[in-house]
């Protein structure tokens, strides 16, 4: 009797879920197309990343030669692109990494996959707002944190956040009603985001490139110690080799090596396209498309403002923190940095809007699959959206909004 049990749990284990033929438009769901696709997979790409990210590299790994990092990196994330492109066409459900391990490996693997998935998802919503949360702080001059910690301060030990980040909260719930909508009405808002966030990268790429110096690609050693003669910049001080080579690379293959392996996270985001498979109105034709567009458009858009970044700076002079509104105020564009401030609230924003979006659809398959409650399965049928699934995702994203 035993032997029969562990038996039964061992095969259902290792159970394929039959791959079951579907349509074009064979879900009453399905009504995103590949410009829908386009803009939630730039959204999610083009968050924090390269407002900071760009920075960061530039200035301690390599130089003006970041815009070959990136284009490394872009190579790289269109094979994996493609790989989320085939088995997103191939099995055209939400969440196609789940459906794709529950297909070729069976349900232990699946459940593995699908709660690996969740919680990178419910830690990037978390982390995402509280980025949006401190963005908000730093423009109105630290203000919002100052109050909170003055009035909702923790007893908690050290190695804990000191008080709740109630701004970051109620994002996700405002982010979590919008969703309850439908995606019918959450896309508009995420094209919103999306576009204008692309705007302001487009200022700040036409101005790197007018207000931009060539000779800061052409740097020697006399340039670095005539900037630095009377810097109080201890991290560039600190440094041994703070110069590297000079020129256009100046940390040599070595420093594009290591910016490329770092620069690969600024394109994660696009197999959020792949989890909208059973949305799409041709999840064959428009998933593989909009995977590669996304990626073209992010590399264009990363590429430019590297180079405007590092032509209007010397890369040795960058602020790692906030490197595009300083550049700004280098050569002399001062009010452009609350521009700057609007493009990265709002790309933010679309990517919150994009690491929200498939989590739901995920918790709802994995319990009709019954690997989760089956009540987080409930479909309110009017807007046909996962209800249950969308606030039990944004509630425990919401309990992480306590920031140090």
Not at 125 to 141: E, P
Not at 225 to 233: A, E
Not at 326 to 350: D, E, I, K
Request: one cysteine or more; glycine letters at 10%.
């Amino acid at each position: 009797m035993l032997h029969r049990y562990v038996r039964q749990f061992g095969q259902k284990l290792v159970h394929r879920r039959p791959l079951e033929a579907r349509a074009e438009s064979g879900s009453s769901e399905a009504h995103l197309n590949t410009v829908d696709l386009v803009s939630l997979g730039v959204g999610r790409m083009l968050g924090a990343g390269v407002y900071i990210l760009v920075g960061s590299v530039a200035k301690v790994r390599a130089g003006p030669a970041t815009v070959i990092c990136f284009l490394v990196a872009g190579l790289s994330c269109v094979l994996s692109g493609l790989c989320y492109a085939e088995f997103g066409a191939r099995v055209p459900g939400s969440s196609s990494a789940y459906f794709y391990s529950y297909i070729t490996m069976g349900q232990l693997c699946a459940f593995i996959t699908g709660w690996n998935l969740i919680l990178s998802l419910v830690i990037g919503t978390a982390c995402i707002a509280r980025g949006w949360s401190s963005a908000l702080d730093s423009m109105t001059g630290n203000h919002i944190s100052q109050g909170l910690q003055g009035t909702l301060s923790l007893h908690v030990p050290y190695f804990l956040p000191t008080y709740a980040d109630f701004v970051a909260m109620g994002l996700v719930l405002l982010l979590t009603g919008v969703l309850v909508l439908g995606a019918r009405e959450s896309t508009p808002v995420n094209k919103v985001f999306t576009v204008t966030n692309l705007l302001v990268l487009s200022f700040i790429i036409v101005s790197g490139f007018i207000k931009g110096d060539l000779h800061n690609w052409e740097l020697t050693e006399q340039d670095y110690k005539l900037n630095t003669s009377g810097s109080t910049d201890t991290y560039s001080l600190e440094r041994l080799d703070p110069l590297g080579y000079g020129g256009f690379m100046p940390f040599g293959f070595e420093g594009i090596l290591h910016g490329a392996a770092t620069c690969v996270y600024a394109f994660l985001g696009f197999d959020s396209i792949a989890m909208r498979g059973e949305e799409a109105l041709n999840p064959q034709r428009s998933i593989p498309f909009s995977i590669m567009i996304s990626l073209f458009i992010c590399f264009l858009a990363y590429f430019g403002v590297s180079a405007a970044l590092t032509l209007m700076v010397p890369y040795y002079q960058i602020q790692p923190k906030s490197p595009l509104p300083q550049a700004f105020l280098h050569v002399g564009w001062g009010p452009a940095r609350y521009f700057v401030a609007v493009g990265t609230l709002c790309a933010l924003t679309s990517s919150l809007l994009g690491t929200m979006f498939p989590t739901p659809r995920l918790v709802c398959t994995m319990a009709k699959d019954r690997l989760l409650f089956r009540g987080l399965a409930w479909i309110y049928d009017h807007i046909g959206t996962p209800v249950v699934a969308i606030i039990a995702s944004g509630s425990i994203a919401d309990t992480s909004q306590i920031r140090s």
